[in-house]
């Protein structure tokens, strides 16, 4: 699980805040709870889940198991690494958008901040 994490971080998270135009063509092509506005990377949980891992998929060319325990593996290591603390050195900060009791499906946001 950890290199999908790795691989969010670099090629998903990383690769927007740099606008990377194959990044933000396939968040477009991307049917799913996760879009991009002028502003900011606006997504669910299970959706950035999917979207990574489709991208990883392409990337590596390995298959990733998408049942519900390696959705919450994948979940929770979002909450235990200093995602935060790596994106703000890269110019991001990820920002709950909208809170909801069942956090699958509260919206979170990647925005740019000042370095």
Avoid: W
């Amino acid at each position: 699980m950890n290199t999908l994490y790795e691989h969010l971080l670099q090629q998903v998270f990383i690769a927007y805040l740099q606008k990377d135009h194959r990044l933000l063509a396939a968040i477009e092509r991307f049917n799913g709870n996760l879009f991009c506005t002028s502003e900011a990377l606006i997504f669910t949980l299970p959706a950035l889940f999917e979207f990574t891992s489709d991208a990883f998929e392409q990337h590596h060319g390995n298959v990733v198991n998408r049942d519900r325990a390696h959705y919450l593996r994948f979940r929770k290591s979002l909450y235990q690494q200093p995602t935060n603390s790596y994106l703000q050195q890269q110019g991001g900060r990820v920002e709950l958008e909208q809170s909801h009791p069942n956090h699958d499906l509260s919206r979170y946001k990647l925005v740019r901040v000042p370095q």
